[in-house]
């Protein structure tokens, strides 16, 4: 079975400080990795992933993620922090010969000017 | 490229009615899933279809939960009777090759609310 875990339901910064979120997971193959972004009354937007290659990944709005074999971990980073990246945040996990793409259960993250 | 659209955005009901949902996914997207997404809850999949085939319903409760996707493009997800703990907003999502390494596109969801 896979699953995700967000440690932190809420994350709280100053806007201009580095933001970062936390995933754990776990699979029984292959890890394939996701970050979504949810804000109000709107649907799921892909940030990034990790299928496979360097373990620091690059996504939309100058978001990145750290891939973490021995930790299972893939922590969501942006260096500096804009009041209109506050939303809701998922990660979500598939195994490689799986299709079922599985979620935490999301981490709110607040800006503050 | 147009996105995943779903229908209605809004829907409040009385607890044993019925409602239904409709999803139009990105044309080509041969994989389309329905995700239930109770507040406070990450996204949970009810059910998955590849073209016009089912590839998992293990987590859809059918005795009240119903899903078709007729031709293989626009489907539709049904409850009924509803009961108040299916409140929730209902996404439907489309992929290509089952999004192994693409992920999904996300339509803006339906938000139920069962009184």
């Known amino acids: 079975a896979q699953s995700v875990a967000q440690p932190e339901d809420q994350v709280n910064v100053a806007e201009g400080n580095p933001l970062t979120v936390k995933c754990t997971y776990s699979?029984?193959?292959?890890?394939?990795l996701f970050w979504y972004v949810q804000y109000p009354n709107r649907g799921l937007q892909f940030l990034l992933k990790?299928?496979?290659?360097?373990?620091l990944v690059k996504g939309s709005y100058g978001f990145e993620a750290e891939f973490n074999k021995s930790q299972t971990s893939f922590h969501l980073k942006k260096p500096s922090a804009l009041v209109s990246d506050s939303a809701l945040y998922f990660c979500?996990?598939?195994?490689?010969?799986?299709?079922?793409?599985?979620f935490g259960a999301g981490t709110t993250v607040t800006v503050r000017a | 490229e147009a996105g995943v659209a779903q229908s209605p955005r809004y829907k409040i009901i009385e607890k044993r009615q019925s409602v239904a949902f409709w999803c139009n996914p990105i044309?080509?997207?041969?994989?389309l899933y329905w995700y239930q997404q109770i507040l406070g809850q990450g996204p949970k999949l009810l059910i998955q279809?590849?073209?016009?085939?089912?590839?998992?319903d293990s987590q859809l409760p059918k005795d009240r939960f119903s899903a078709e996707r007729l031709k293989g493009v626009d489907s539709t997800l049904k409850i009924q009777p509803a009961k108040l703990e299916d409140s929730a907003v209902y996404l439907c999502?489309?992929?290509?090759?089952?999004?192994?390494?693409?992920?999904?596109?996300f339509g803006s969801g339906t938000r139920l609310t069962v009184v």
């Open positions: 979500a996990v598939r195994d490689g010969g799986d299709y079922k793409l599985s």
């Open positions: 999502a489309s992929s290509l090759e089952g999004g192994r390494a693409y992920g999904y596109t």
């Open positions: 044309s080509g997207h041969a994989t």
């Open positions: 699979v029984s193959g292959n890890p394939y």
């Open positions: 990790y299928i496979t290659g360097d373990n």
């Open positions: 279809f590849q073209n016009n085939g089912v590839v998992d």
